[in-house]
């Protein structure tokens, strides 16, 4: 079991070490869990509360933070500092430790050193795979594939011919990558090419429409140090490459279009939809449950929040919401005008009767008049 001195965790977090312990640290546990051979994570106002309560004898905490019963570790930033010292304690999935005798691999594959292929896995003609990548189980890799050094491929993973793949990129299970775009054309304009140009009026309905699928001929590009959650699927272009760019982080079960260009340093939340053709600039943030509609545009630096739905594009540095999507500062104003209105409903309905009341008294006073 890995152990580590106090001395040896401030300086790989870059720490101010407060009252030294003779301790050895095996373990990362939060406060309530912790022991004395354990680090206490105390990265929230409740975990630092709970810190007099805990066995540790040691604690990472943000600057300022001190405690008669325990020894500190501040940091100015406590998730920073927890994302190094997990990497000390992580311990990489098992994979061969070459090519596994029911793995398929073609005789004019590319292999570099320290490659290796899981059980039945099946790399296609003329696919390079540089130094140190890892294909676990079950992974399909089609022909003219490129993967770059030090990846990781989880069992289940599709990917397509002429898949590009940079350094350093996580494919967890059943990633699809390089799949058929959805794209289709009919002989005569179909009701949403109609509603579109009509503006969003269905004139004339051809009952025996005929759908035909548009190839994809295209392929898919993922950049450097890319991370995509499992069963994701990345489509084709339909003639040049859906592109992934640097350092983009994807979630779970999210769909990206063909022809799509995400930007670098993007982050992309679990069951997310984007359309053919989108465009998504830098450090773009789409949270969960997101779509967004073919052919639009998101600027860098945006935030697209959850459950949004996005039909129109939007310029950099905006922070989206609402479906229809709005700026999220009209998104606000919408808001408090329906609780407004609400409101009104809620008083009327409170005088409602004496409303009925003077109608039927005001009826009766015309009656007798007459």
Known sequence: MKSYTMEQIS??????LNKVEDVKINKLLPPLKADENTL?????????????ETKAKVALVPLGVNFDNISTIEVE??????????????????TCLNTHPSAVVAEDANLGNNVSIGANSFVGRNVKIGNSSKIMPNVYIGRNVEIGENCLIYPGVYIGDDVKI??????????????????????TPDNIEQARKEGGEIKDVN???????????????INDDVEIGSNTCIDRGTIENTVIGKMTKIDNLVQIGHNCKIGKACMIVSQVGIAGSCVIGDRVVIAGQAGLADHIEIGSDSIVMASTGVSKSFPPKSIIAGTPAVLRKDFIKQMKLM??????????????????????????NESEGK
Do not use: W
């Open 207 to 221: 009952k025996e429409q005929n759908i035909f699928k548009i190839p994809s001929i295209g392929s898919v590009t």
């Open 339 to 364: 609780k407004d209105a609400a409101n009104v409903v809620q008083k009327f309905k409170k005088y409602e009767h004496l409303l009925s009341q003077f109608e039927l008294n005001n009826g009766e």
């Open 166 to 187: 940079g350094n350093r990129v996580i494919l967890h299970n059943g990633v699809s990558i390089g799949a058929d775009g959805f794209s289709f054309v009919t002989e």
């Open 11 to 16: 300086e790989i977090v870059g720490g101010m």
């Open 40 to 52: 206490a994570l105390a990265l929230s106002e409740e975990e630092i509360e709970n810190l007099r």
């Open 77 to 94: 930033r406590p998730k920073l500092a927890m994302m190094k010292l997990l990497h000390l304690f992580y311990v990489p999935p098992e």
